[in-house]
């Protein structure tokens, strides 16, 4: 079981010899073969907690578990996969060779792990093989970039934002790909995103954070059935669970709007 | 998905390749050969000092000391090539140690920048007490020349690696060898191939700066000879020489360049490869 737990986690960061709060007191579940998404303004340090589960960072203070252990030992077990904001693909490597890179440094295959011609078929690019990086359009160097991130057979997915620099009706058309190859790995997947509608489309859990310092504003469960599909976006119930991350987000913005604005509001 | 295949689709580039090819060179060809007809025009009108020969006479002694001439080219060509090689290996190292630990690499440049600044003129007689006048002390003369650029390049190369890869790396629990060999090195080739490009005619540079001191066989000697026997059209032959051997040093490491690296890249991002 792949249970990703943050107990009272905070991150200072040393700006101009100053210690800067990015994250503060965040204690999270991440269940086990779930999906959830973190939304939040810029600021609100949601990359960087990404950034500690991947111990990519580590925190300040407090403790995070991958599967009861530290991310550390997870990530030396091969056993975190990560997909970037923009794809990261090496740019000399054909779309094999890239998709290929984690068995080369893992030195093969971790347990029966899928082979990469598979996994360049699971994400829709069979016959690209021996293309270059540079040949493809920006959703299919994303494509590349979720199948080197599924390469060791993760038993966590950290998704940085994957598919903000694509347009909306080819990132729609990518979520639904990455649910479908989420649940054929049954992976404890973790989507950072600034899209509500993204989020609540993705997710079991939305976890809407604040910023300055970041931190937990609040959990938003999700229960649509899955599998999820694009009709469901025009349901009563997905429209509600966006309101509900919209007011989470905004907090009293929402219910000032077209009332005379509070005093101390006008000063900015 | 269909869109984006026909985004996807690589163009064919080979057709008519010679056909450029000989496009390319036609221009500077045609160029080079005006210059020529008005340096001789104006020399037929005495225009020119008696320093600069006409290039019929510079030809004339070409066909008079031809067998000289690659004589002496041999041993500038091997010193030349043989501190090309050392000065790329020294540079290899020192950027390697330098971005494998940050720490070190203030004192890396600052060693570059000191054996870039010494006078080769000066250094080139002493070494040769130390060395010895043989090809040793040429090739190190040779490397010297050659080593600043190659070492601020490949530097610059090694840090030319995208953030997010980094972070890849990082993830992969990739060694510090498997960081340099698939990440660091691969990065830093295009930066590397730039500085090799510089690196090689200076490398020729400071083979004949070293035979200039001391040689008995080499086109630097042999340019020393003709200027003191006031031979000008031979003098000026070994100039054409020596820029021809620095212009082929520079065009094989522009042909390497093509052969490992490819066609000149084309920027990464969204959709490219198409226009």
């Not at chain 2, 070190?104 to 040769?128: G, N, R, W």
Request: proline fraction near 6%; charged fraction near 15%.
């Amino acid at each position: 079981m792949t249970e990703i737990i943050l107990d009272h986690v905070s991150k200072d960061f040393e700006i101009d010899r100053r210690s800067v709060r990015a994250i503060d007191d965040v204690s999270l579940t991440f269940p086990s073969g779930s999906f959830s998404a973190l939304i939040g303004p810029s600021g609100c340090g949601k990359s960087t907690l990404l950034r500690l589960v991947a111990d990519i960072l580590g925190p300040t203070s407090g403790a995070i578990t991958i599967g009861g252990k530290p991310p550390g030992e997870a990530r030396l077990r091969h056993d975190i996969g990560f997909v970037f904001q923009d794809a990261s693909l090496l740019p000399w490597r054909t779309v094999l060779d890239n998709v290929s890179l984690p068995l080369e440094i893992a030195g093969g295959p971790i347990g029966d792990g899928p082979r990469p011609e598979n996994l360049i078929r699971l994400v829709g690019l069979s016959g690209f093989e021996n293309a270059k990086p540079a040949q493809l359009s920006g959703g299919m160097q994303q494509r590349v970039s979720i199948a080197r991130a599924l390469t060791l057979r993760p038993k966590v997915l950290l998704l940085d934002e994957p598919f903000g620099a694509l347009d909306e009706i080819t990132r729609q058309r990518m979520n639904l790909e990455l649910l479908r190859i989420w649940q054929e790995t049954g992976t404890t997947a973790i989507l950072v995103t600034h899209t509500i509608g993204e989020a609540v489309f993705m997710a079991d859990q939305v976890h809407v954070l604040a910023a300055h310092p970041g931190r937990l504003v609040t959990t938003i469960e999700v229960d649509l059935p899955r599998p999820r599909h694009l009709a469901m976006l025009q349901t009563a119930e997905f429209n509600r669970l966006e309101n509900a991350v919209r007011a989470a987000l905004f907090g009293d913005e929402l219910a000032d709007d077209g009332a005379a604005a509070r005093p101390e509001r006008a000063h900015g | 998905m269909a869109d984006e295949a026909a985004l996807a689709a690589p163009r064919p580039r080979e057709g008519g390749a010679i056909g450029r090819a000989a496009g390319r060179l036609f221009a500077p060809a045609a160029v080079i050969i005006v210059i020529l007809a008005i340096w001789e025009l104006a020399k037929a009108a005495n225009l020119l000092p008696i320093t600069v020969p006409a290039p019929s006479e510079i030809a004339g002694a070409f066909t008079r000391s031809w067998s000289d001439l690659f004589y002496h080219m041999v041993p500038t060509v091997l010193s030349a090539a043989a501190g090309f090689f050392l000065a790329t290996l020294v540079a290899l190292v020192l950027g390697a140690v330098a971005t494998s630990w940050r720490r070190t690499e203030p004192s890396i440049m600052k060693f570059a920048i000191i054996v870039d600044s010494i006078p080769l003129i000066a250094l080139t007689p002493i070494l040769m007490v130390w060395v010895g006048n043989g090809l040793a002390s040429r090739i190190v003369i040779a490397t010297i020349a050659a080593l600043f650029p190659l070492v601020v390049g490949v530097i610059q190369g090694f840090k030319a690696i995208d953030r997010n890869v980094s972070e890849l790396f990082h993830i992969l629990a990739a060694s510090r060898w498997q960081r340099l060999a698939k990440l660091a090195f691969p990065s830093a080739l295009p930066y590397l191939f730039s500085a090799l490009k510089i690196a090689a005619p200076l490398s020729v540079l400071g083979a004949l700066i070293a035979e200039w001191v001391s040689a008995d066989r080499g086109l630097g000697i042999m340019m020393t000879y003709a200027l003191f026997s006031f031979d000008v059209p031979l003098a000026w032959l070994t100039i054409v020489a020596v820029c021809l051997v620095a212009t082929i040093a520079y065009g094989l490491v522009a042909l390497a360049e093509r052969i490992v690296i490819g066609a000149p890249q084309q920027t990464t991002g969204g959709g490219g490869g198409h226009g």
